[in-house]
Nanobody, 122 residues
């Protein structure tokens, strides 16, 4: 079992930055891949970024590549999403998710956080 709690969302102007954090707990927390997904109003939840359990591998969606950076601190069982050069289209609820395998497929993730709202004003 893995429990996930996100933090760090908020309101920011276009071009600004935010850092999201997701604290993982549970007996498998240090042995899972951790991903970020987002869901805008009226849209499906979409993949944003993923990091392997060791932190050695990362992968990003094309829409955020070069602007967002995912990282993790296994000593703290926490994953971060540094978001720079934010755009209004980045506005969404951002979810942290955990899975035993390193993948980008929403349906494969077993554990989800409650989500944190990110709003980017133009």
């Amino acid at each position: 079992q893995v429990q996930l709690v996100e933090s760090g969302g908020g309101l920011v102007q276009a071009g600004g930055s935010l850092r999201l954090a997701c604290a993982a707990s549970g007996d498998a927390a240090s042995r899972v891949a951790l991903g970020w997904f987002r869901q805008a109003p009226g849209k499906e939840r979409e993949f944003v970024a993923v990091i392997s359990w060791s932190g050695a591998n990362t992968f990003y969606s094309d829409s955020v590549k070069g602007r967002f950076t995912i990282s993790r601190d296994n000593a703290k069982n926490t994953v971060y999403l540094q978001m720079n050069s934010l755009k209004p289209e980045d506005t969404a609820v951002y979810y942290c998710a955990a899975d035993r395998t390193y993948n980008i497929f929403r349906q494969d993730y077993d554990y989800w956080g409650q989500g944190t709202q990110v709003t980017v004003s133009s």
